[in-house]
């Protein structure tokens, strides 16, 4: 299996831009999840998907913050409109039913807002 | 406002010796513990998962959970250089029963 693959691995943009970020979960597995993190709050869970829908987005810091998982294999998590302390990496990871909790994280996105 | 604390570290421990690292949570319903390696610019990876009191052993690893004092540790026998990295404690989180609530992380270095 590839494993959860992200992408971009790395995104450079000005405040006010759109960024999107994508996430393609490992096959058969029924959770998805969007982390961020950053030295000063270390890892944060942001939103978790199960079967395509979103279970909590609790952790979404802001309306600026939207993700989405159209369909089991691909999710997005779009930054509108970006600022400098969005700058941090974001993970995905994704989850089978057994065992539970078991999460596997992608290599991980590295944004950086200017 | 459910919390993970771990030592940030750094721990420096020789090689060959036993490293141990260690977690607290907040949450008593918690039910299930993992420990994740990270190393500098790469991803969690996970190391350990454990769900009830007692020991489990994976190799060089054992993970030790006491949920009456909630605590949660890692032991790391015959240290190697290559096992110098940042480790993670998770908990499952009670805003879903399938979140992770991750400690900050103890910063390990193994002294060849």
């Known amino acids: 299996d590839a494993g959860v693959i992200q992408s971009p691995r790395h995104e450079v943009t000005e405040m006010g831009q759109e960024v999107t970020l994508r996430c393609k979960p490992i096959s058969g597995h029924d959770y998805l999840f969007w982390y961020r993190q950053t030295m000063m709050r270390g890892l944060e869970l942001l939103i978790y998907f199960n079967n395509n829908v979103p279970i909590d987005d609790s952790g979404m810091p802001e309306d600026r913050f939207s993700a989405k998982m159209p369909n089991a294999s691909f999710s997005t998590l779009k930054i509108q409109p970006s600022e400098p302390r969005d700058s941090a990496v974001y993970f995905c990871?994704?989850?089978?039913?057994?065992?539970?909790?078991?999460?596997?994280f992608g290599a991980g996105t590295r944004l950086s807002v200017l | 406002q459910k919390e993970v604390e771990q030592n940030s570290g750094p721990l420096s421990v020789p090689e060959g010796a036993i490293a141990s690292l260690n977690c607290t949570y907040s949450d008593r319903v918690s039910q299930s513990f993992f420990w994740y390696r990270q190393y500098s610019g790469k991803s969690p990876e996970l190391i350990m998962s454990i769900y009830s009191n007692g020991d489990k052993e994976d190799g060089r690893f054992t993970a030790q959970l006491n949920k009456a004092s909630q605590y949660v540790s890692l032991l790391i026998r015959d240290s190697q250089p290559s096992d110098s990295a940042t480790y993670l404690c998770a908990v499952n989180s009670v805003r879903g029963a399938d979140g992770l609530t991750f400690g900050k992380g103890t910063h390990l270095i193994i002294q060849p």
């Open positions: 990871a994704s989850s089978g039913l057994l065992p539970k909790n078991i999460q596997y």
